[in-house]
């Protein structure tokens, strides 16, 4: 099995910028989920979907965020305009009803933002 | 509500002696637990779960946990560490839902 798929896996990019993070969960699992990870606040969780259908986005942090999950195979993480405090590891991951609620994260995607 | 608590932000051990990494949790249900590890630059790998079966789990790497309700405890432990154990590992618990919490981390140094 593939894994969980992330990309950009680096990017760095200016203040204000619109930044679009991409996930491929592991085919067959229902749930996918978004978290971030920063030094001073741990690892986060921004918000998940289960069978496409956003369930729970109280973690994401303001309205800069925004998340889509248009089918079963791929999601975006969009931050539109980014800021320097938004720069942190986004990692994706996903799970099925039957996993017994483990969780595979993907490689992460490194965000950094001037 | 749930929570977790790893006891040590870091745990520094020479190669071959024995790794403790302790853990306690807060759950108003039945909890499942977890470990992952996280390598530098890398995601998060699952080591090991518990989902209500025997108490003493066994992971990859020689890695295993013993879930101890009376203590709401979960420690993680190796009898000889290696130098590719140098990572940070993570403590997490779900209520049975998908919604996990996470511990703060526990960094490993292997030294040789």
């Known amino acids: 099995d593939a894994g969980v798929i992330q990309s950009p896996r680096h990017e760095v990019t200016e203040m204000g910028q619109e930044v679009t993070l991409r996930c491929k969960p592991i085919s067959g699992h229902d749930y996918l989920f978004w978290y971030r990870q920063t030094m001073m606040r741990g690892l986060e969780l921004l918000i998940y979907f289960n069978n496409n259908v956003p369930i729970d986005d109280s973690g994401m942090p303001e309205d800069r965020f925004s998340a889509k999950m248009p089918n079963a195979s791929f999601s975006t993480l969009k931050i539109q305009p980014s800021e320097p405090r938004d720069s942190a590891v986004y990692f994706c991951?996903?799970?099925?009803?039957?996993?017994?609620?483990?969780?595979?994260f993907g490689e992460g995607s490194w965000l950094t933002v001037v | 509500a749930q929570s977790v608590t790893q006891l040590d932000s870091h745990v520094s051990v020479s190669e071959g002696t024995p790794v403790l990494l302790r853990c306690n949790y807060s759950?108003?249900?039945?909890?499942?637990l977890f470990w992952y590890v996280q390598h530098p630059n890398k995601g998060l790998q699952l080591l090991l779960k518990y989902t209500s079966a025997a108490t003493l789990v066994k992971g990859i790497n020689g890695f295993e946990a013993e879930f101890k309700k009376s203590e709401t405890s979960f420690h993680l432990t190796k009898p000889s560490a290696h130098m590719s154990d140098a990572a940070e590992y993570f403590c997490v618990v779900s209520d049975g839902s998908n919604k996990l919490t996470f511990g703060g981390g526990t960094r490993v140094l292997v030294k040789p």
């Open positions: 759950s108003s249900y039945s909890p499942s």
């Open positions: 991951a996903s799970s099925w009803v039957g996993g017994g609620n483990t969780i595979y």
